[in-house]
């Protein structure tokens, strides 16, 4: 016994020796930073700072152009995204009808009273507008140089044209220009630690506030800022409150949920009208605020578990949603709040025209775009690509009776061994969708065949949509994937390897609540990892 | 000190804007303008169109310049003796997974085959506007005609030049606000112009201090800005000089909303009427670069009334044993010509001296993929039409026999005057120039 003892101890000795020392994940709340980013603002970014900023008659003209959406969200992409010269001409714009509409409409004499009292050029009233507008729209004080330059853009364009609004027209111009409002430019701050810092208090508010209001800081978290109060925890989480009490957060659920659901997206979404009559351009539009709606009520109004709204049967409709989901509404014009019956098999937002219609073709449904989605969207799994060189000799079109449903059509792809892989992770969750059409109408039949929606989700078999609704709520990668995509989203880029245990605490924290959502994005608001960043850069190491 | 045009102009901003009026090809009349075709400004554009071709119905049998064109190509039978067909040219993969519809037709346009969107950019049109037409109002146009506002022009990975969707934004963009008609025979410079050119003068002057405090891979982003901030700069600066007059130039009136979609014939009036409008701005000088997409390379184009797009249906459409390839995909394969027709019809229609905008272009016409249904990207499909004033010579089918398709873009460039000794890499590196390309 006692050499069978030495014998084990040496094993480990000499086991330890041979084995590399584990990496230690820090403790959750440690914060591991992440890179000082420069994000460029997203088109709800840009537009609802113009609001914030102007009030809510501000022309909107700025035509947006395509983002980049990585890592399943704009947001992220954000930090990626380049510029094009197409970009610089949309800005422009946009920088000129703002500026001539703050002249003319009289905003800016109104918002400026040293504009009104003065006849002609009044450099100390430049440099008032200087410095109040370029704190708002740069989002931090400038310095003393600053306001100088800005003074100067403005005294200069007064000698070009002597028109009197000349001068303000053109500091505007050049604020609405200048790359720190079009790109939120992280600068490092105060040391954390001797590899991680707090980014600088002007960016930790402009983190702070387009995460939880979707709009740039207002004057008191500016101010609370440039006090310290976010690098202190107890002075940061009265911010947070604040913030989490105020109405703008139903604006930043409803701008996280879009940007995670690519609802966006139904804005282009075209359906043959041949095929799908009902679906008229007003369902897209409809469909888009409906799912909106549902999260809305379920997440600020109800505080539901975020799980359950993949069996909800809340039915925000309209009379032109009524016609597709073909259940009568009696308001002629506008929302009402009715319940999808238990015979719709509509439960969750899955079930929804967005979701429905969004992942499948102008003409026909799409068992494999739903699937898949259902994987990244919901669940952070990733589906690859089809392999180039597949062959589709087996494959049948749609009409064809011999193989009249998608099940039958799918088949043939997950008998081929080089289709097999990716079409047993999408199909037997995208089946179960087929009673939706290519509009997300019920169908029981496709060519006159019964459409058989049984299926499976990582080891749990059921036989139709409302299984696969609590498969989907009850998989345990559910809230993760939202703690991933609501970090992801707020921080702007992808996760590090070293962010895992703070992931993990966030998992916790929102298990805890009972999945609240709300409650998840204090955690993130409160927590210090979302204000570090390393005081070097390094190679980025994706999660 | 000097008087140029430009302190001319400055001079005359002594309060109100003031009119200048320049009696029309008298003050800036170019003696040559109607002779030489030397004289009119060498363009370059990309056409694409999704989802390869029919091999038999495109090749013809024969190489050099006798042969006939395949059924296909009938709808540009016109344009026999104003293009060159390219076939059987390979983008060599040499390893690179094949991401479908994007690694053929990005391989094409860089030279070098990528296994995912993250070109390694710039494109081959962004290459050649760079030497050829970086002091027109717009550094490129880029229209899509079926809905899809992608591209395949990128100066960088992150940013490519989106494709215009809408007829009317993009006639708004260009012939609206900013557009000087050259004919007007009066000049009008707004000092309001004056003011705008000032203002980003100074924004652009945050630069150094910026780029020192962002990392390394930012200030490559923050360069395309300030890359953006310049074309704005340069728009300004030609609006204060009076334009060159452009002879038959026509100034269009703005169109009605053509219906949107994705159905074939929709897309063929959309992008005829596209074709026409970017044709007039080419014309008018506001650029030398331009890409038009018909259809996406996954193409979603559709026939009316039918449930399965034209990307789908390479996928899923049996092949026919009788014919030996997929009859609804040579459907829409042959439906492209058409649009490729009225593209060069829109260009060819406008006169320039003795010849035409196209006899003055170069049009690099191509899809992604030869065979969809396989999604091969070997003997992708490619036209070169017009010639460029000379520096290209068409009315001829050059075979490839396998070679990398970047002697095309090789080829291109040099004939458009780059220094290009050798592009692509790996196996798609080559010095090879098609010399009989060369005209």
Known sequence: ?543 | MAITRRSALKGMFQGAAVTVSLPFLETFAIPALASTPANYPLRFGTWIWGCGFIPEKWIPQATGTEFELPEHLRHVQAFQQKMALLSGFDVKLDGVPNKPHVTGCLGLRTGIPVPNREVVAPTLDVLIGDQIGSDTRFRSLELSASGTTNSYSYRAASSPNPSEISLLAFYDRVFGDGFQDPNAGHFAPRATDLVQQSVLSQVSESRRDLMRRVSASDRARLEEYYDGLRQLEQQIALRLEPPAPVENFEFPSRPEMPELGAEMDTVLENHRLMSKLLARAVQANQTRIFNMLLSDTASNLRERGSTTTHHTLTHEEPVDATLGYQPKVGWFADQSMIGLRDFLQALDEIEEGEGTLLDHSVVLAHSDCSIAKSHAVEGIPVIVAGSGSGRIKTGQHIAGYGDPISRIGLTLQQAMGLPTGQWGTLAMRTDRTIEALIG
């Open chain 1, 1 to 543: 016994m006692k050499r069978l003892l030495g014998l084990i101890l040496v094993a480990i000795v000499v086991v330890g020796f041979v084995l590399p020392e584990p990496v230690r994940m820090p403790d959750w709340e440690q914060p591991t930073g992440g890179p000082a980013l420069a994000r460029r603002l997203t088109a709800v970014e840009y537009d609802n700072t113009l609001k914030t900023v102007f009030g809510a008659e501000v022309p909107i003209v700025l035509r947006h152009e395509a983002p980049l959406r990585s890592h399943g969200l704009i947001a992220a992409g954000t930090s990626e995204v380049g510029f094009s010269a197409f970009s610089a001409e949309q800005y422009y714009v946009s920088a000129q009808a703002v500026a001539e509409w703050a002249r003319s409409s009289g905003w800016l004499a109104s918002h400026f009273g040293c504009i009104e009292q003065t006849s002609g050029f009044d450099r100390a009233c430049a440099q008032v507008v200087s410095q109040k507008l370029g704190q708002q729209l740069i989002r931090r004080p400038l310095a003393a140089a600053e306001v100088e330059q800005l003074s100067g853009i403005a005294e200069r364009a007064g000698n070009l044209d002597s028109d009197i609004g000349t001068p303000w027209h053109a500091l505007l111009s050049s604020l609405m220009m200048h790359p720190e409002f079009l790109w939120r430019v992280e600068s490092i701050g105060d040391p954390i630690d001797s590899s991680v810092a707090w980014v600088d208090d002007a960016a930790m508010a402009t983190r702070l506030a387009f995460f939880l209001t979707a709009a740039p800081p207002d004057a008191a978290l500016m101010q609370a800022a440039q006090r310290g109060a976010l690098r202190d925890p107890q002075l940061r989480a009265a911010e947070v409150d604040r913030l989490i009490n105020a109405p703008t957060l139903r604006q930043a659920v409803r701008v996280f949920f879009e940007d995670m659901l690519a609802l966006g997206d139904l804005e282009n979404l075209l359906k043959d009208p041949v095929i799908y009559p009902a679906f008229v351009p007003q369902v897209a539009f409809d469909a888009k605020e409906q799912t909106l709606k549902t999260i809305e009520e379920h997440v600020l109004d109800l505080r539901s578990d975020y799980r359950d709204l993949f069996t909800t049967q809340a039915a925000w409709v309209t009379r032109p949603l009524g016609v597709v989901y073909r259940m009568p509404v009696p308001t002629r014009v506008g929302w009402e709040r009715q319940e999808f019956s238990d015979q719709s098999h509509r439960l969750g937002i899955q079930s929804h025209i967005a979701f429905l219609a969004s992942y499948a073709h102008p003409g026909r449904s799409s068992a494999t775009l739903r699937g898949a989605a259902i994987r990244e969207v919901f669940l952070c799994q990733e589906v690859p690509d089809p392999p180039a060189d597949v062959n589709f000799a087996l494959l049948q079109e749609t009409g064809n009776h011999v193989l009249p449903t998608a099940r039958d059509r799918l088949k043939r792809h997950r008998e081929d061994p080089s289709c097999m892989g990716c079409h047993a992770i999408t199909d037997p969750v995208g089946l179960s969708l087929e009673n939706f059409d290519g509009a997300g109408s019920f169908r029981t039949s496709e060519n006159n065949a019964p459409i058989d929606t049984s299926g499976s989700l990582d080891g749990r078999s059921y036989e139709d949509p409302t299984g696969l609704a609590y498969a989907l709520r009850n998989h345990p990668e559910t809230p993760r994937c939202l703690v991933e995509k609501m970090y992801r989203y707020a921080a702007g880029r992808d996760t590090e390897w070293l962010e895992r245990a703070y992931l993990d605490g966030l998992v916790d924290v929102f298990a805890d609540s009972g999945y609240q959502v709300v409650a998840l994005m204090s955690a993130i608001a409160n927590s210090d990892q979302f204000y570090s960043v390393w005081t070097q850069p390094r190679v980025v190491q994706a999660h």
